[in-house]
């Protein structure tokens, strides 16, 4: 686009604003060689005003005006041969001045040989003078021009101002790459640093981030960009929480070195292996002892698409089992499970079954037990994580323990082999609706149990129970918690200092539930051994340093992620247990033990479901949760076990939030 002089007549400025920035290049080229021959002429002009040979009045001479078209043709012929006048305005200062200076040596130095040769115009201090002036007014013509240059474009559209956060070299390099940038315009730096306020960096201030209200509003500030590489991921998102929370829009780049390929680029969140947090060496449990036990059955196993459920599918699958039933009432758990277990079981002859559905569905369990054949049902399926039953009482009862009612019973009557239900070291003594509705799950697994003796039929269906703690890695655990926290900069939250958990990982866990459910002899309630408790506290350090983090406390205040402690919830215990009467007795495997727990009679058993039955049916998660409390407590008063300093009436209100 040519510039159209006519636009200075017509007076209209924006027209004219827009003709002088979108000129052509070749245009601009010409303009910028004009630069450095207006250039010489004015410091021509000066310095024959300052030399005291020529004196304060100039009057033209013909010489004078030969060695000013001499200067010029040499500003124009130099500038053409150096590129000088392609160079471009947002590049010049990095590659342009250099350029400027030996032109300025090339005029001076002609300046010479015409004082020498054609007539002793100069004295030797004014040709010095006339090549400083040179350099000096093409280097500031081209910065000023630069400016207008940007002010034509930021009238033409919008230009965002940012703050750069790291005054480093990355930041350096960022603040020099973006002056080429016509959309965006860099006002200063932010750095933790405070030897660097005040300072200047690529010709802008360093500012400390106490000081960004300020700032921002002053230059009108929207964006602020992290270039910080070198810093901890968490550190890095704290930050930007901080900033998008007083309203800016945050932006981050890894160092320059990265982009190009010299440094890797690194998550400093590197997944850690579950049992590398285990206070022990996790069981190698063979499981050619216990494939007998299922070894060409067809085997069913409810909440299939959960993270025990899952794990046990898939140990099933080296068993060899004529065919595996997943009973799951979540569509994308079971389409994932049957997905993952169709393509293991590829070289097997086992068929997979999905089924979706729950198992408080008396005829859906019903018609799936007989029309697939089962032999061996492991019920794993539990509304398990706490706080959402605490919230959520009449559901939780109902899947809990009327669902394994529903499931125990009809296996019974379908002639079912084995029945193994998957529990919780939280039916000990509980303090929540979820113990509480897994202890109800293990006595009326219990009663199944005793019905069958006193049916005094020896192929009756072998009803056993499996307890263990908490499951590195699975979703009701602190494992996936702690990761998220970390992950953008914690605080990791406890809720105290001293609470402590039982944890087995994921295999070794299904590995030995599946151990002693070969090993039931009927009514058997195994415990796990799960080793010494871990505490949580020791928990969260250890997967911040496994991080390559550091905890942030009173000791390294300049610590990466800093751990929380809350208050210890109601209905919440420092320390769990894996059995009610401690009374154990060994088994085959050094690791499985048989709990001597006699609970509820078969009476209370029957009145207990007909009461919760009645509660469900008021609709009122007051009246069930006093109800399950009651049989709880009868259970404890049963077993000589209720403790009075840990009185079950502290049950946690509804909606209360737990650790694990």
Known sequence: MAFDLS????????????????MRREHKQVLLLLIDVIVVFMAFGVVLFLDPTVGRVWQPTLEQLGVLTLLTCSAAVGSGLLGLHKVQLKSYEARGMARSAILGGIIGFMAWIANFILTPLFSGSAIVLLTTLFVIGSVLARFMLLQIVRQLYSYGGPVTKVLIYGAGMTGMQLALALRASDSMRVVGFLDDNSAMNGLSVAGLT?????QISKVASLHGVSRVLLAMPSVSQPKLTRIARRLTDMGFEVQSLPSFAQLVGVETLVDALKQALPDSFLSREAVDANMLGACGVYEGKSVMVSGAGGSIGSELCRQLLLCKPRRLVLLESNEHALYQINDELIELGQKSDCEIVPILGTVTERRLVQIALVTHDVQVV????????????????????????????????????AGVERFVLVSTDKAVRPKGVMGATKRMAELVVADCARRQRLDGDNRGTVFCMVRFGNVLGSSGSVIPRFQEQIATGGPITLTHPDIQRFFMTIQEATQLVLRAGAMATGGDAFVLDMGKPVRIADLAKMMVESAGLTVRDARNPDGDIEIMVTKLRPGEKLYEELSITNEQSSTDHPKIFVAKESGLSEFQITRALAGLRRAIASGDPDIARKELLHWVRQDLDALRALRVEEPIAAISPPGAFWTD
Do not use: C, S, W
Not at 7 to 22: H, V
């Open 7 to 22: 636009l200075i007549y017509k007076k209209d400025l924006p027209a004219l604003l827009g003709a002088l920035r979108d």
């Open 206 to 210: 360093v500012h400390q981030p106490t």
């Open 378 to 413: 492991l019920h794993a399926a539990a509304y398990k994580h706490v706080p959402m039953v605490e919230a959520n009482v009449l559901a939780g009862i109902v899947n809990n323990i009327f669902g394994t009612a529903i499931l125990a019973r009809e296996a019974a009557d």
